[in-house]
């Protein structure tokens, strides 16, 4: 079936540093892929997405793009904040008799001051 | 406005008992889901309605039962609730042709003690 794995956390980066999140995925047909943010306490949030192949999603600084021949999709951001702290889900979408998002087990990102 | 909201947000109770968990949207979305959220953070589809229709309904023991007044409102009701079923429950919100981007609401964190 689909799934979607993600690096293991945590990872503890320094304010201004680089950020990958590294995210593969299976999958049959041409899923949307997308990734969220928890922060503390809260609900997941839609961070960025991609549609189709070569497409890059990107938003605050967040940029992902959607590699058909390697099945991935990696978090990238250039100078991490200390408010980007939070979890990170990669996560696929198909139509398989209904819409069905299949999360990665999600990274903990924490950045220190 | 909240867009995804679910009450309630706290939910403290014994093994035994039969609880119920609302969720609401005011996104006209006609799809919405319910998601469950370990102590680890991975998370798991339970349940997704479609225009108040069942579709996706994963291995979840039958004390789970999901209900759809309308497609603006998807309840959780749970009976003989265990202390595995401590968790986050999140429910959300898509709409099927936007290739299942989500909106999550903040979550209830059930402690059966």
């Known amino acids: 079936g689909d799934s979607v794995t993600q690096m293991e956390g945590p990872v503890t980066l320094s304010e201004e540093a680089f950020l990958t999140i590294n995210c593969t995925y299976t999958?049959?047909?041409?899923?949307?892929l997308f990734w969220y943010v928890q922060y503390p306490g809260e609900g997941l949030q839609l961070l960025l997405k991609?549609?189709?192949?070569?497409d890059k999603g990107s938003n605050k600084g967040f940029e992902a793009t959607y590699r058909k021949e390697t099945t991935s999709f990696h978090l990238e951001k250039g100078s991490v904040q200390v408010s980007d702290s939070a979890v990170y889900f990669c996560a696929l979408t198909q139509n398989t008799g209904g819409f069905k998002t299949i999360f990665g087990a999600g990274t903990r990102l924490f950045v220190k001051a | 406005d909240t867009a995804v909201s679910q009450t309630p947000k706290y939910l403290v109770t014994q093994m035994g008992n039969d609880k119920s968990i609302k969720c609401e949207q005011n996104?006209?979305?006609?799809?919405m889901y319910w998601y469950k959220q370990d102590s680890k953070k991975f998370l798991k589809i339970m349940f997704s309605?479609?225009?108040?229709?069942?579709?996706i309904n994963e291995t979840v023991p039958n004390r789970f039962s999901p209900k759809s007044p309308d497609k603006a409102h998807l309840n959780l009701h749970i009976n003989s609730l265990e202390l595995g079923d401590s968790a986050v429950y999140f429910c959300?919100?898509?709409?099927?042709?936007?290739?299942?981007?989500?909106?999550f609401g903040q979550g209830t964190r059930l402690t059966v003690v």
């Open positions: 996104l006209g979305h006609d799809t």
């Open positions: 991609a549609t189709k192949a070569d």
């Open positions: 309605y479609n225009n108040k229709e069942l579709i």
């Open positions: 959300a919100s898509s709409q099927a042709e936007v290739r299942g981007e989500a909106f």
């Open positions: 999958a049959t047909g041409y899923p949307s």
